[in-house]
């Protein structure tokens, strides 16, 4: 998601109304379960992060809408389909409290069981470096993730989208530049917000400006940093929390 995160926001600055609030938790390489690091940079995991107690701590809103998304990062960290799935449960709990309008993106199921063990390995050591398992066994943990997520989604009446192939390239678990416009299209469909989501080409500066915006916890080269919530805060717009 954080590659497309500038062109989603775009658009949803275009779509919301005034006064609407926009929490995100995402970033390369995010664990659901627990802090993960890309290069220098480390992140919380998505279910122990700030936002869900921000979240509570909010007015409550006309209608929410949600997307849980990225759910095989974990798998590339070695971990097993039963907490991962917890995890991902206890998310949808929590925006069941909301009332809220979810999507869930399935994994990419089509498109890795095309690769072969040694492309895995390049794929699993270019973004996830560590401890490398048999392909076999990623594959067959991602597959039992993939059906896990099926059954909560209908447990907690959520809307699934499955990633066809045709979505990714060479990369096989990140969208295709010249795909993500129609990807989210389908994927957004499900909020029925607008018939049509306004995607349009982001320039590269506007979406260096997303990308550096400051989550609220974080370490950098093992130092943690904090930086208070909302990251963008409009009074007319969207604001932003990001963690």
Request: with cysteine.
């Amino acid at each position: 998601m954080t590659i497309g995160f500038p062109l989603i926001m775009e658009a949803l600055r275009k779509v919301l109304p005034d006064g609407s609030e926009v929490f995100a938790a995402h970033g390369h390489g995010r664990s659901y379960l627990r802090w993960s690091s890309v290069l220098h940079r480390s992140l919380p995991g998505i279910v122990e992060c700030q936002l869900w107690e921000d979240l509570d701590n909010r007015p409550a809103a006309e209608k929410t809408v949600a997307l849980i998304t990225d759910v095989g990062n974990d798998i590339l960290y070695g971990e097993s389909s039963e907490p991962l799935l917890a995890s991902v449960r206890e998310c949808l709990r929590r925006l069941q409290r909301h009332e809220a309008k979810t999507v869930c993106v399935r994994l990419p199921i089509s498109r890795v069981s095309r690769l072969t063990a040694r492309s895995y390995w390049i794929v699993k050591n270019l973004f996830f470096p560590g401890p490398t398992r048999p392909w076999s066994d990623v594959l067959d943990t991602a597959k039992s993730v993939d059906a896990g997520l099926l059954r909560l989604s209908a447990e907690f009446q959520a809307a699934t989208v499955e990633p066809p192939a045709e979505w990714y390239g060479l990369d096989p678990i990140h969208i295709q530049k010249s795909q993500r416009p129609d990807a989210w299209q389908r994927i957004f469909d499900h909020w029925g917000l607008v018939e049509r989501w306004p995607f349009a080409p982001v320039p590269q500066h506007t979406s260096i400006r997303w990308w550096r915006l400051r989550p609220h916890e974080r370490r950098i080269f093992r130092t943690s940093q904090a930086h208070p919530q909302p990251v963008l805060a409009q009074r007319e717009g969207v604001s932003l929390w990001l963690y």
